[in-house]
Protein backbone atom coordinates (compact mmCIF):
# COMPACT_ATOMS: atom_id res chain seq x y z
CA UNK A 1 0.00 0.00 0.00
CA UNK A 2 1.33 3.71 -1.00
CA UNK A 3 2.42 5.73 2.29
CA UNK A 4 3.78 8.86 2.98
CA UNK A 5 7.07 8.38 4.59
CA UNK A 6 8.22 9.54 8.30
CA UNK A 7 11.38 10.65 8.95
CA UNK A 8 12.48 10.98 12.71
CA UNK A 9 14.97 13.54 13.70
CA UNK A 10 15.49 13.18 17.62
CA UNK A 11 12.26 14.04 19.02
CA UNK A 12 10.58 15.18 16.14
CA UNK A 13 8.81 14.02 13.04
CA UNK A 14 9.20 15.18 9.93
CA UNK A 15 6.80 14.64 6.89
CA UNK A 16 6.94 15.94 3.22
CA UNK A 17 3.97 15.66 1.08
CA UNK A 18 4.88 15.38 -2.11
CA UNK A 19 1.65 14.08 -3.81
CA UNK A 20 -1.61 15.10 -4.74
CA UNK A 21 -3.42 12.91 -1.82
CA UNK A 22 -6.31 11.29 -2.38
CA UNK A 23 -8.43 10.77 1.01
CA UNK A 24 -7.34 7.35 2.21
CA UNK A 25 -3.79 7.84 1.57
CA UNK A 26 -4.57 11.06 4.05
CA UNK A 27 -5.95 9.16 6.50
CA UNK A 28 -3.58 6.59 6.79
CA UNK A 29 -0.89 9.52 6.88
CA UNK A 30 -2.64 10.57 9.99
CA UNK A 31 -3.02 6.99 11.79
CA UNK A 32 0.57 6.40 10.88
CA UNK A 33 2.03 9.80 12.43
CA UNK A 34 0.05 9.30 15.95
CA UNK A 35 1.49 5.57 15.98
CA UNK A 36 4.25 7.04 15.47
CA UNK A 37 4.61 9.62 17.91
CA UNK A 38 3.08 7.43 20.57
CA UNK A 39 5.85 4.98 19.34
CA UNK A 40 8.67 6.96 19.67
CA UNK A 41 7.55 9.35 22.40
CA UNK A 42 8.11 12.42 19.77
CA UNK A 43 7.35 15.64 21.25
CA UNK A 44 6.89 17.82 17.96
CA UNK A 45 5.67 16.99 14.40
CA UNK A 46 6.77 19.20 11.24
CA UNK A 47 4.77 18.96 8.41
CA UNK A 48 5.77 20.12 5.19
CA UNK A 49 3.32 21.35 2.40
CA UNK A 50 5.18 24.03 0.69
CA UNK A 51 4.74 21.04 -2.70
CA UNK A 52 0.90 21.09 -2.22
CA UNK A 53 -1.31 22.96 -4.78
CA UNK A 54 -4.30 22.88 -3.36
CA UNK A 55 -5.80 22.07 0.85
CA UNK A 56 -9.43 21.40 0.54
CA UNK A 57 -11.71 21.08 3.24
CA UNK A 58 -10.80 16.91 3.60
CA UNK A 59 -7.03 17.70 3.39
CA UNK A 60 -7.96 21.12 6.19
CA UNK A 61 -9.32 18.78 8.24
CA UNK A 62 -6.62 16.02 8.00
CA UNK A 63 -4.19 18.28 9.39
CA UNK A 64 -6.15 19.88 11.86
CA UNK A 65 -6.97 16.01 13.26
CA UNK A 66 -3.44 14.79 13.32
CA UNK A 67 -2.78 18.17 15.21
CA UNK A 68 -5.38 17.72 17.80
CA UNK A 69 -4.24 13.59 18.15
CA UNK A 70 -0.62 14.90 18.53
CA UNK A 71 -1.65 17.31 21.40
CA UNK A 72 -3.39 14.35 23.48
CA UNK A 73 -0.21 13.05 23.07
CA UNK A 74 1.95 15.69 24.21
CA UNK A 75 3.44 16.60 21.19
CA UNK A 76 3.55 19.73 19.03
CA UNK A 77 2.63 20.54 15.21
CA UNK A 78 3.33 22.60 12.95
CA UNK A 79 2.51 23.16 9.17
CA UNK A 80 5.09 24.90 7.15
CA UNK A 81 5.94 26.40 3.40
CA UNK A 82 1.82 26.82 2.73
CA UNK A 83 1.94 28.25 -0.73
CA UNK A 84 0.41 31.96 -0.87
CA UNK A 85 -2.39 30.78 -3.69
CA UNK A 86 -3.25 27.87 -1.13
CA UNK A 87 -3.97 30.40 1.88
CA UNK A 88 -5.62 32.68 -0.35
CA UNK A 89 -8.28 29.40 -1.39
CA UNK A 90 -8.37 28.15 1.56
CA UNK A 91 -9.65 31.53 3.38
CA UNK A 92 -12.57 31.90 0.59
CA UNK A 93 -13.46 28.32 0.99
CA UNK A 94 -14.05 29.17 4.83
CA UNK A 95 -11.17 27.36 6.67
CA UNK A 96 -9.11 28.94 9.21
CA UNK A 97 -7.50 25.71 10.25
CA UNK A 98 -7.98 26.61 14.00
CA UNK A 99 -5.70 24.91 16.54
CA UNK A 100 -2.79 24.23 13.46
CA UNK A 101 0.39 26.71 13.52
CA UNK A 102 1.93 27.35 10.48
CA UNK A 103 5.24 28.56 9.84
CA UNK A 104 7.05 30.23 6.37
CA UNK A 105 9.30 27.54 6.12
CA UNK A 106 11.22 24.47 7.73
CA UNK A 107 13.95 26.20 9.45
CA UNK A 108 11.46 28.60 11.36
CA UNK A 109 8.83 25.36 11.86
CA UNK A 110 12.07 23.41 13.60
CA UNK A 111 12.53 26.94 15.38
CA UNK A 112 8.99 26.97 16.94
CA UNK A 113 9.31 23.45 17.52
CA UNK A 114 12.19 23.59 19.05
CA UNK A 115 11.34 26.75 21.29
CA UNK A 116 7.93 25.29 22.24
CA UNK A 117 9.69 22.06 23.18
CA UNK A 118 12.18 23.58 26.20
CA UNK A 119 9.99 26.33 27.42
CA UNK A 120 7.46 23.14 27.81
CA UNK A 121 10.09 20.95 29.87
CA UNK A 122 11.01 23.91 31.51
CA UNK A 123 7.26 24.10 32.71
CA UNK A 124 6.68 27.63 31.62
CA UNK A 125 4.61 27.17 28.74
CA UNK A 126 1.35 25.70 30.62
CA UNK A 127 1.42 28.62 33.78
CA UNK A 128 -1.16 30.99 33.37
CA UNK A 129 -2.75 29.49 30.13
CA UNK A 130 -6.67 29.36 31.00
CA UNK A 131 -6.89 28.50 27.15
CA UNK A 132 -8.99 25.44 26.15
CA UNK A 133 -9.20 24.39 22.30
CA UNK B 1 -26.18 29.92 -17.45
CA UNK B 2 -24.79 31.82 -19.94
CA UNK B 3 -22.25 31.17 -22.74
CA UNK B 4 -21.50 28.75 -26.01
CA UNK B 5 -19.75 25.75 -25.09
CA UNK B 6 -16.66 24.75 -27.03
CA UNK B 7 -15.18 21.92 -26.26
CA UNK B 8 -15.82 19.66 -23.38
CA UNK B 9 -13.95 16.42 -21.55
CA UNK B 10 -16.73 13.37 -19.37
CA UNK B 11 -14.61 12.37 -16.20
CA UNK B 12 -16.04 9.49 -14.04
CA UNK B 13 -15.75 9.90 -10.32
CA UNK B 14 -16.09 6.55 -9.07
CA UNK B 15 -13.65 6.57 -6.11
CA UNK B 16 -11.21 8.76 -4.34
CA UNK B 17 -8.86 8.30 -7.10
CA UNK B 18 -10.97 10.22 -9.50
CA UNK B 19 -10.97 12.81 -7.42
CA UNK B 20 -7.22 13.18 -7.76
CA UNK B 21 -7.70 12.95 -11.12
CA UNK B 22 -10.45 15.34 -11.64
CA UNK B 23 -8.25 18.04 -9.86
CA UNK B 24 -5.31 17.34 -12.38
CA UNK B 25 -7.60 17.76 -15.87
CA UNK B 26 -9.17 20.71 -14.27
CA UNK B 27 -5.59 22.28 -13.55
CA UNK B 28 -4.89 21.54 -17.33
CA UNK B 29 -7.72 23.11 -18.22
CA UNK B 30 -7.15 26.05 -15.94
CA UNK B 31 -3.98 26.42 -17.19
CA UNK B 32 -5.11 26.25 -20.89
CA UNK B 33 -7.19 29.26 -20.24
CA UNK B 34 -4.54 31.21 -18.27
CA UNK B 35 -6.41 31.36 -15.27
CA UNK B 36 -3.78 32.88 -13.04
CA UNK B 37 -2.16 30.95 -10.57
CA UNK B 38 -4.39 31.75 -7.73
CA UNK B 39 -7.53 31.29 -9.69
CA UNK B 40 -6.28 28.08 -10.87
CA UNK B 41 -5.75 26.90 -7.17
CA UNK B 42 -9.61 28.38 -6.50
CA UNK B 43 -11.06 26.47 -9.61
CA UNK B 44 -8.87 23.30 -8.65
CA UNK B 45 -10.02 23.54 -5.10
CA UNK B 46 -13.52 23.92 -5.85
CA UNK B 47 -13.54 20.80 -8.23
CA UNK B 48 -12.12 18.93 -5.48
CA UNK B 49 -14.95 19.93 -2.76
CA UNK B 50 -17.94 18.80 -5.68
CA UNK B 51 -16.09 16.02 -6.78
CA UNK B 52 -15.87 14.60 -3.08
CA UNK B 53 -19.51 15.45 -2.98
CA UNK B 54 -20.54 13.93 -6.08
CA UNK B 55 -18.83 10.42 -4.76
CA UNK B 56 -19.38 11.03 -0.99
CA UNK B 57 -22.95 11.97 -0.66
CA UNK B 58 -24.20 10.97 -4.51
CA UNK B 59 -22.50 7.86 -4.56
CA UNK B 60 -20.73 8.10 -7.36
CA UNK B 61 -21.07 9.95 -10.95
CA UNK B 62 -19.97 12.40 -13.60
CA UNK B 63 -18.05 15.17 -14.34
CA UNK B 64 -18.29 16.79 -17.54
CA UNK B 65 -15.70 19.83 -17.72
CA UNK B 66 -15.86 22.62 -20.56
CA UNK B 67 -14.86 25.84 -22.21
CA UNK B 68 -16.96 28.80 -22.69
CA UNK B 69 -16.98 31.66 -24.83
CA UNK B 70 -19.46 34.88 -24.14
CA UNK B 71 -18.64 37.71 -26.41
CA UNK B 72 -14.85 38.17 -25.66
CA UNK B 73 -14.59 36.73 -22.25
CA UNK B 74 -14.13 32.98 -21.90
CA UNK B 75 -14.40 30.96 -18.80
CA UNK B 76 -14.39 26.93 -17.35
CA UNK B 77 -17.53 25.26 -16.52
CA UNK B 78 -17.71 22.54 -14.60
CA UNK B 79 -20.85 20.09 -14.30
CA UNK B 80 -20.74 17.49 -11.57
CA UNK B 81 -23.89 14.95 -11.68
CA UNK B 82 -24.88 11.95 -10.08
CA UNK B 83 -27.91 9.70 -9.66
CA UNK B 84 -27.87 9.67 -5.76
CA UNK B 85 -30.34 10.85 -2.72
CA UNK B 86 -30.32 14.32 -3.67
CA UNK B 87 -30.10 17.20 -1.71
CA UNK B 88 -34.21 17.77 0.20
CA UNK B 89 -32.72 21.39 1.17
CA UNK B 90 -30.52 23.05 -0.72
CA UNK B 91 -30.38 26.34 1.38
CA UNK B 92 -29.52 24.61 4.42
CA UNK B 93 -26.94 22.05 2.58
CA UNK B 94 -25.38 25.53 1.41
CA UNK B 95 -24.88 27.06 4.98
CA UNK B 96 -21.64 26.48 6.03
CA UNK B 97 -21.29 24.06 8.58
CA UNK B 98 -23.93 22.03 7.62
CA UNK B 99 -23.07 18.71 7.15
CA UNK B 100 -25.14 15.66 6.93
CA UNK B 101 -21.81 13.56 7.88
CA UNK B 102 -18.97 13.96 9.76
CA UNK B 103 -17.63 16.79 7.37
CA UNK B 104 -17.01 20.15 7.83
CA UNK B 105 -20.02 21.40 5.51
CA UNK B 106 -17.32 23.69 4.12
CA UNK B 107 -17.38 22.00 0.12
CA UNK B 108 -20.71 23.99 -0.83
CA UNK B 109 -20.67 27.26 0.41
CA UNK B 110 -16.72 27.45 -0.22
CA UNK B 111 -17.37 25.90 -4.02
CA UNK B 112 -20.09 28.49 -4.41
CA UNK B 113 -17.81 31.54 -3.08
CA UNK B 114 -14.88 30.47 -5.13
CA UNK B 115 -16.89 30.39 -8.57
CA UNK B 116 -18.12 33.01 -10.20
CA UNK B 117 -21.75 31.08 -10.98
CA UNK B 118 -22.84 28.48 -8.99
CA UNK B 119 -26.47 26.01 -9.99
CA UNK B 120 -27.69 23.44 -8.03
CA UNK B 121 -30.78 20.99 -9.69
CA UNK B 122 -31.51 18.27 -7.08
CA UNK B 123 -34.75 16.16 -7.10
CA UNK B 124 -35.03 14.02 -4.10
CA UNK B 125 -34.49 9.86 -4.84
CA UNK B 126 -33.29 11.04 -8.38
CA UNK B 127 -29.88 12.96 -8.32
CA UNK B 128 -27.93 16.10 -8.41
CA UNK B 129 -26.60 18.41 -10.53
CA UNK B 130 -23.94 21.29 -9.89
CA UNK B 131 -22.76 23.39 -12.12
CA UNK B 132 -20.36 25.92 -11.66
CA UNK B 133 -18.38 28.53 -13.57
CA UNK B 134 -14.90 30.81 -13.55
CA UNK B 135 -14.39 33.82 -16.01
CA UNK B 136 -11.35 34.83 -17.17
N1 LIG C 1 -24.12 15.45 -4.61
C1 LIG C 1 -24.80 15.45 -3.45
N2 LIG C 1 -25.83 14.58 -3.26
C2 LIG C 1 -26.53 14.58 -2.10
N3 LIG C 1 -26.29 15.41 -1.07
C3 LIG C 1 -25.29 16.29 -1.20
C4 LIG C 1 -24.49 16.38 -2.40
N4 LIG C 1 -23.59 17.36 -2.24
C5 LIG C 1 -23.80 17.87 -1.01
N5 LIG C 1 -24.81 17.24 -0.38
C6 LIG C 1 -25.36 17.54 0.96
O1 LIG C 1 -24.97 18.85 1.34
C7 LIG C 1 -24.26 18.82 2.58
C8 LIG C 1 -23.23 19.91 2.61
O2 LIG C 1 -22.18 19.64 1.69
P1 LIG C 1 -20.74 20.23 1.96
O3 LIG C 1 -19.83 19.81 0.88
O4 LIG C 1 -20.89 21.70 2.20
O5 LIG C 1 -20.34 19.57 3.34
P2 LIG C 1 -19.82 18.09 3.64
O6 LIG C 1 -19.51 17.39 2.35
O7 LIG C 1 -20.79 17.42 4.53
O8 LIG C 1 -18.46 18.38 4.43
P3 LIG C 1 -17.06 18.90 3.80
O9 LIG C 1 -17.26 19.13 2.35
O10 LIG C 1 -16.73 20.16 4.52
O11 LIG C 1 -16.10 17.81 4.10
C9 LIG C 1 -23.71 17.41 2.67
O12 LIG C 1 -23.45 17.03 4.01
C10 LIG C 1 -24.82 16.60 2.03
O13 LIG C 1 -25.87 16.36 2.94
MG1 LIG D 1 -18.29 18.20 0.88
Do not use: C
Request: proline share 3%; aromatic share 4%; charged share 25%.
Amino acid sequence: MERIPILRMGNFLLVTIQVDMHDKLALTLQDDLTAKIADVGAKGVLIDISSLEIVDSFIGRTLANIASMARVLDAQTVVVGMQPAVAITLVELGMSLPGIRTALNVESGMEYLKETVIDYRNGEDYDGDSEQD
Amino acid sequence: MTGIVNKTEMLPIKDSSDVVFVRQRVRVWTTQLKFSLVEQTKVVTAASELGRNTLEHGGGGELEISEVVDGIRKGLRLKFSDKGPGIPDIKLALSDGYTSKQGMGLGLGGSKRLMNEFEIESTPGQGTTITVTRWK
